[in-house]
């Protein structure tokens, strides 16, 4: 705000001096055109009254043109300086509010809870991983009690058959025990029973 106050008072004087310099020039002029036009009398200049109320008049109205001249500049200064303080004004509640924007855009609102974006992606693609490890331990665990339930199965199955013989081999030996047993008691009943 005092760089912008500086830059405004130095445009001011510069444009004061160019303008007081071009009157002071046609003021200087005017009076040396009075100076020579007057007539001198014992080391004194006389001059003219019309020309001595002609330059006074000059040099009046090049005073009032720059008094009105500053007055305009100062002018323009205040009213430059409130539209800088009003830019000013604008520019910080526009950087507020694009602050606000960039939170707004950089983050995420999950459960009621802002969180950054990168940490929403990191939390999310955490998730993800761990639920794909889950899913590919689940599945070789059914796989591998798959594969056990199979081979129990075909156990079962070579055991069921196995006893199936078993039973066949031990049904077939005590069919042949009773017929053994059934000849002897026939053989033995005979040998008693003479007849």
């Known amino acids: 705000m005092t760089h912008s106050k ?7 004087i510069f444009i004061f001096t160019v303008v007081s310099a071009q009157e002071q020039t046609s003021i200087t002029d005017q009076f040396e055109k009075v100076i020579e036009s007057s007539n001198s009398y014992q080391n004194f200049k006389v001059i003219k009254k019309t020309d001595m109320n002609t330059l006074q008049k000059n040099v009046v109205d090049s005073i009032n043109l720059l008094e009105s001249k500053i007055n305009k500049d100062k002018t323009t200064i205040e009213e430059q300086k409130a539209a800088i303080a009003e830019r000013s004004s604008t520019i910080q509640s526009l950087e507020t509010e694009l602050n606000e924007t960039r939170k707004k855009v950089e983050s995420i609102e999950v459960l009621g809870i802002q969180t ?7 939390i999310m693609w955490s998730i993800i991983i761990v639920l794909f490890l889950l899913a590919v331990i689940l599945f070789l665990v059914f796989k591998k009690g798959n594969n056990r339930t199979k081979l129990a199965k075909s156990k079962l199955l070579e055991t069921e058959n196995e006893l199936q013989e078993v039973r066949k081999k031990a049904l077939e030996k005590e069919q042949i025990l009773r017929r ?10 005979s040998r008693r029973d003479p007849n």
Request: glycine share 0%.
């Open 6 to 12: 500086l830059i405004y008072s130095i445009l001011a």
């Open 116 to 122: 950054h974006k990168t940490a929403y992606n990191s």
């Open 180 to 189: 053994e047993l059934q000849d002897e008691i026939n053989k033995n009943s």
